[in-house]
């Protein structure tokens, strides 16, 4: 069965430092890749992709994805993290004969000032 | 402007009140689906729609049902609400590409709904 985890409930990061939220997968074939972000009272919005291509995919508002095949991975980064990225953020899986989507149960990014 | 628009946004209800919770999107995508999110469990599918006409289960089917009249309007029916289905209900939207589902959701801003 198709599966998304996300192992890490929050991650803390300093302002204008890295961030990193972890993500694997599994999924049968070739999956489709996707990180989604939640701000407090509002749906879900698209941040990135991976479908086919290169391994190192860029989204928006600066954030940046690598596609691991070896290790099943698919780990949202980004250099310099701001206040205002502050977010939830979900992995999510599709791919093989589904049509369906698994998201993970999301990771709280908090960015001190 | 490009949106998936749901209704309401917060509802208060009784157990074994019927209650519709409407979906309506203006991109003309042919998928639409509907989750819900609970603490700890993240996303999980309810009910999908490839086109109209054509619904199938996800993974949380029970107790709800859905239908695809029009391609623009996916309406979520709770026929008689429990307590178990309070929760924080979203419905997406993607265009369907190649038998593969591979196109970007779009989400409405997600519907409270509490079942007393």
């Known amino acids: 069965a198709q599966s998304v985890a996300q192992p890490e409930d929050q991650v803390n990061v300093a302002e204008g430092n890295p961030l990193t939220v972890k993500c694997t997968y599994s999924?049968?074939?070739?999956?489709?890749l996707f990180w989604y972000v939640q701000y407090p009272n509002r749906g879900l919005q698209f941040l990135l992709k991976y479908i086919t291509g290169d391994n190192l995919v860029k989204g928006s508002y600066g954030f940046e994805a690598e596609f691991n095949k070896s290790q099943t991975s698919f780990h949202l980064k980004k250099p310099s993290a701001l206040v205002s990225d502050s977010a939830l953020y979900f992995c999510?899986?599709?791919?093989?004969?589904?049509?369906?989507?698994?998201f993970g149960t999301g990771t709280l990014l908090a960015v001190q000032p | 402007e490009a949106q998936v628009t749901q209704n309401p946004r917060y509802l208060i209800t009784v157990t074994g009140k019927k209650l519709t919770v409407t979906c309506s999107q203006n991109?003309?995508?042919?998928?639409m689906s509907w989750y819900r999110q609970d603490p700890g469990l993240g996303l999980r599918q309810i009910y999908y729609s490839m086109n109209v006409e054509v619904t199938d289960k996800g993974d949380v089917p029970e107790g709800y049902k859905v239908s695809r009249k029009e391609k623009r309007n996916f309406p979520l029916i709770l026929e008689s609400p429990s307590p178990n289905q309070t929760s924080l209900y979203f419905c997406a939207s993607s265009s369907y590409t190649s038998g593969i589902n591979t196109g970007e959701l779009f989400f409405g801003e997600g519907s409270r709904l509490t079942v007393l």
């Open positions: 999510a899986a599709g791919g093989g004969a589904t049509n369906k989507l698994i």
């Open positions: 999924v049968s074939g070739n999956p489709y």
């Open positions: 991109m003309n995508h042919e998928y």
